[in-house]
């Protein structure tokens, strides 16, 4: 690994950009939650999602009539990074990686109702087409921001921050990008709370994006938000996941010691991530923190608000200086992995898995 | 870094064999479309695969959405064809690009819901898109694995093959399988047909008379080695891979720039450290829609100048398979340079002079070839060029 996360910033129930999301962090407490209830599933059901999120509003009436929220979570959240940040410095070959789980579900389900239901079957409107596609917000994010790097969406589910962390180190390894929009978003829609639902998932769900600006591991100094040492992920066998992200951490964490651990950032709310690293750290971390509890569960943008969770808190923590924070993932589909970072402020240890 | 196993699902063949016989034959996938119910569309010709039985390559394919028993199944194949008995003590990454994901089994439980009908648990456990590369770890029984679905929509196979190139060549990783898969959705064939861009009979890139895409649906995994790992273990090697590129136009969500894509393969050609006259071949994205070909054709002109290297589009046998579709071409680079043929455009009768490529019409062509560029163009702006070379 030789990447740095440079800056963050993030669209979420607790408001829009870096310091909104710090100061929610911060206070531990949810964000706000609203009743929701649409044809879809008509619940009711409570959802934590961005407040003041109107599209036309934030970007303009030119290309969103039809622009699904995805998509626009992520345009916004790439340009308040771009704004807020002079860290963020964008060439000719600077692009964007972004995790879904599977798009818009919404966009997808309305096309699809659409041409069941309507006089005749292709009576479907073309423009929501591309917004249909998972490739939407990244390639949306790319054209609004001028950003004509590697233009790239992993479907990665909850393994998002993992998935493209490690594709995003790639690109800047072999030099193909000079840094990256590195992140993910989700969106809460009806279908999403369906899908969610029948799939036993009884979690609240949440809604919005972060986005880390990542770049190459420098030579000298350069200040950053952190830097990625160590990611690792595994499939397990039903009923394994536990053990299989026992494993990945015993093997990203190689190196590290147990009381270099500050922060843990866990992806789900059944506890199994936590229980995973007290045992390989054998001690507790001091700083756990549960993104699902303040934002919801937020599906594929879990993962990265994970780390803007830890990097939020370690702004603000001096007890972090210099040590190591550590996002856990897991996702119904057997897959488990984690990141593990180096916070600033102290010296660069050796330690890393890979 | 080689190319030693192929793995293919597809209209015109199934296995490489069967595919490079496809190929050369010129055969065509297109036949009507029976995946969804076409009531009410004037016309409704795709190019499905029919008959496929995933019990002869994957143990549990019920539970995987039909795109992903497509990936696994060309996966599995890829592997048996690359002679690796076990991937178990390599370190191996499995990337599948796609276009739609598992949207065909979202489009199912979309429908209903408007019907009114229930929605069961185990219907929306295959929607999520990640299966189609998890679902080939599954398959082959591997735990410790870097698997990424890159749903960078229609040029997603090409992505994947990058990446499986740049994970090798920095030593990530032993053995990489990539590709891409899609299966066929009405999502997709609506959506084209609504804009006027579906071929009523078949599929016709470059020619005059070209009226757009066939959807269709398949899947190929290319097995990528080190070359020297590939020569001690005295495997076959089918072809080079010499290099790669990618960008975005960052411009207009569905319309091709020309200038961006000619940049796209500068940067693919440079990456492989050739000038672009040391092309020999160049298998298009060539939809057969008027934008797209028009477009590419131009930009290939811009870097190849007025006598540019034969231009042959396999989507005319294959249709749009999506995000399995430049896998599918890259298959068909792969097996031109093993082979020494050129795959021919089917269905061609007049050139467009806004084209002006050779496109090798109707019939395959022996030919002596040493570099082939696929190229792949998506909505979005997402260009992905890679390049292949007779094996060392």
């Known amino acids: 690994m030789a990447l740095e996360i440079a800056a963050w910033s993030a669209t979420s129930p607790f408001g829009h950009g870096h310091d909104a999301f710090a100061a929610g962090v911060a206070t531990g407490a949810p964000a706000p939650a609203a009743q929701v209830s649409d044809e879809w599933f008509p619940g009711p059901d409570t959802a934590h999602l961005v407040p003041d999120f109107d599209i036309q509003d934030l970007l303009g009436r030119k290309g969103t009539g039809v622009m699904d929220r995805t998509t626009a979570l992520a345009v916004h959240t790439i340009g308040l990074l771009g704004e807020q940040d002079q860290r963020v410095r964008i060439d000719a070959r600077t692009g964007v990686v972004l995790g ?13 109702a659409h041409s069941l239901t309507r006089r005749k079957p292709y009576l479907v409107d073309p423009a929501q087409m591309p917004f249909a596609l998972m490739n939407s917000a ?23 921050a993992v998935a493209v962390l490690r594709y995003a180190d790639r690109l800047l390894r072999t030099g193909r990008a000079s840094g990256l929009f590195a992140g993910a978003a989700e969106e809460y829609s009806g279908p999403r709370a369906l899908l969610e639902r029948r799939a036993g998932n009884r979690a609240r769900l949440g809604e919005g994006c972060a986005v880390l600006f990542v770049r190459a591991v420098p030579e000298g100094n350069r200040s950053a938000a952190a830097t990625v040492v160590a990611l690792d992920t595994r499939l397990a066998g039903d009923g394994e996941q536990r053990a299989a992200l026992t494993a990945s951490l015993r093997h990203a964490l190689t190196g590290v010691a147990p009381e270099e651990v500050w922060g843990l950032a866990v992806s789900g709310v059944d506890g199994v991530e936590s229980e995973a690293v007290r045992e390989v750290l054998g001690m507790p971390v001091e700083r756990v923190v549960e993104p699902s509890r303040l934002v919801g569960d937020t599906g594929a943008a879990s993962g990265v608000f994970g780390l803007a969770a830890l990097l ?14 550590v996002a856990t993932a897991v996702e119904r589909d057997g897959m488990v992995g984690c990141v593990v970072v180096r916070l600033p402020g102290g010296p660069v240890g050796e330690g890393s898995g890979t | 870094m080689v190319v030693t196993g192929l793995g293919v699902v597809s209209s015109i063949g199934t296995g490489a064999v069967e595919y490079a016989a496809g190929l050369r034959a010129g055969r065509s996938g297109a036949r009507p479309i029976g995946a969804f119910d076409t009531t009410g569309f004037a016309h409704a010709v795709g190019c499905e695969v029919v008959g496929f039985e995933p019990r002869r390559w994957l143990a549990a394919p019920a539970t995987l959405p039909r795109a992903a028993q497509f990936a696994a ?27 739609d994901g598992s949207g065909d089994r979202g489009e199912r439980i979309a429908g209903a819901v408007v019907r009114g009908a229930d929605v069961t648990a185990a219907q929306v456990a295959q929607v999520p898109a990640s299966w189609l590369s998890v679902g080939v770890a599954r398959e082959l029984g591997l735990s410790t694995v870097d698997v990424s679905t890159v749903a960078t929509a229609c040029a997603a196979g090409n992505y994947a093959i990058g990446d499986g190139y740049d994970a090798v060549a920095t030593g990530d990783v032993d053995v990489a399988l990539c590709g891409g898969a899609d299966a066929m959705c009405r999502m997709t064939f609506t959506g084209f047909y609504r804009l006027g861009a579906v071929d009523p009979v078949h599929c016709r890139p470059f020619d005059t008379d070209r009226k757009g895409i066939l959807t269709g649906e398949g899947a190929a995994v290319l097995v990528l080695e080190p070359l020297d790992a ?80 034969r231009t042959v589009a396999v989507k005319s046998m294959l249709g749009h398979t999506m995000g399995a579709a430049s896998a599918l071409s890259a298959a068909a680079c792969v097996l031109a340079l093993a082979h020494g043929f050129v795959p021919p455009t089917i269905n061609h009768v007049r050139t467009d002079p806004e084209c002006a490529v050779d496109c090798v019409p109707n019939t395959s062509v022996e030919a002596d070839l040493r570099v082939v560029q696929n190229n792949a163009l998506a909505f979005g702006g997402n260009n992905s060029v890679v390049l292949f070379g007779r094996k060392p």
Do not use: K
């Open chain 2, 73 to 99: 199944s060309a996966a599995t194949m890829a592997v048996r064809d690359a002679g690796l008995d076990g991937l178990a003590d390599a370190r191996t990454m499995i990337s599948v690009g796609t276009t």
């Open chain 2, 230 to 309: 590939a020569l001690a273990r005295g495997a076959r090697i089918y072809a080079e891979v010499l290099g790669h590129g990618l960008n975005c136009d960052a411009g207009h969500p569905v319309a091709p720039d020309r200038e961006s894509v000619a940049r796209c393969m500068r940067l693919a050609i440079e990456d492989a450290g050739l000038v672009p006259g040391q092309v020999d071949l160049i298998s298009a994205h060539g939809t057969g829609t008027r934008a797209n070909d028009v477009t590419e054709c131009g930009a290939i002109r811009d870097v190849f100048g007025d006598t540019p290297p």
């Open chain 1, 100 to 112: 879904t789980t599977s798009g818009s579900t919404l966009t997808q389900f309305t096309f699809t």
């Open chain 1, 312 to 325: 939020a808190l370690a702004e603000r923590a001096g007890a972090a200086r210099g040590r190591v924070a």
């Open chain 1, 138 to 160: 990244a390639a949306r994010g790319a054209s609004w921001h001028g950003l004509t790097g590697p233009n790239t969406t992993l479907a990665a589910g909850r393994l998002s």
